[in-house]
């Protein structure tokens, strides 16, 4: 059974405090690493697809990075609109659905 | 912006009740697909479909029923809500077969009292 965990579950930084958030992965075939932001009351959405280990993708603050084992969404100098929760899926096998982790809230202050 | 709309927003219904979200989506996907949210739980796969009448089971579809008859509505029942199926309902699209990635609607607040 594919498995996604996310880590911390929370995390509150200062403006321009640098960080990382942690995606590790059990699945079988991957065909695809996904990050999301999802703010309050909203649906996710859709920022990076990571397809193979050694993979690197780039918007703006945010960095992922992937590995055989886990992703990384790198935060660069923060700013409180990055504040949101973000999640991590990976798409695996032949099944049609993602799997989710439970994500990481991220709670940037002044 | 994927072009999707979820319908109602929110919803307070009592146990028992059947209860209708409707998802529509204007760009002519072919697969549409309906999670549920729930506190440490991550987004959970209800049922999926990829094309007209054509639908599948996800991993939490008891309790739940889908139907699609035309390419833009995806409609999820639940024939007789539980208090367990208080949940933020997202219905998701995929652009093309070759695509991996989904896009999410507003979501639906359901609270089964």
């Known amino acids: 059974e594919d498995q996604v965990t996310q880590s911390p579950e929370a995390l509150r930084l200062q403006e321009g405090e640098s960080s990382s958030l942690n995606c590790s992965y059990t699945?079988?075939?991957?065909?695809?690493l996904f990050w999301y932001r999802q703010d309050p009351g909203k649906g996710p959405e859709f920022l990076f697809t990571?397809?193979?280990a050694g993979e690197e993708k780039e918007k703006e603050r945010l960095k992922a990075t992937l590995t055989k084992k886990e992703s990384f969404l790198h935060i660069t100098a923060p700013k409180p609109e990055d504040s949101a929760t973000y999640l991590c899926?990976?798409?695996?096998?032949?099944?049609?659905?993602?799997?989710f982790g439970t994500g990481t809230r991220l709670q940037v202050t002044l | 912006d994927a072009g999707i709309t979820q319908s109602p927003r929110h919803k307070v219904t009592e146990t028992g009740t059947p209860v209708t979200l409707r998802c529509h989506q204007t760009?002519?996907?072919?697969?549409m697909y309906w999670y549920r949210q729930d506190p440490g739980h991550g987004l959970r796969l209800i049922h999926y479909?990829?094309?007209?009448?054509?639908?599948d089971k996800g991993e939490v579809s008891d309790g739940y029923s889908v139907s699609r008859s035309k390419t833009e509505d995806f409609l999820l029942t639940l024939e007789s809500a539980t208090s367990s199926q208080t949940s933020v309902y997202f219905c998701?699209?995929?652009?093309?077969?070759?695509?991996?990635?989904?896009?999410f609607g507003p979501g639906t607040r359901l609270t089964v009292t």
């Open positions: 479909s990829y094309g007209v009448k054509d639908t």
């Open positions: 998701a699209i995929k652009e093309a077969s070759g695509d991996v990635e989904q896009y």
């Open positions: 990571l397809y193979s």
């Open positions: 699945v079988s075939g991957l065909r695809g």
């Open positions: 899926a990976v798409f695996a096998g032949t099944a049609s659905k993602l799997t």
């Open positions: 760009e002519n996907h072919r697969y």
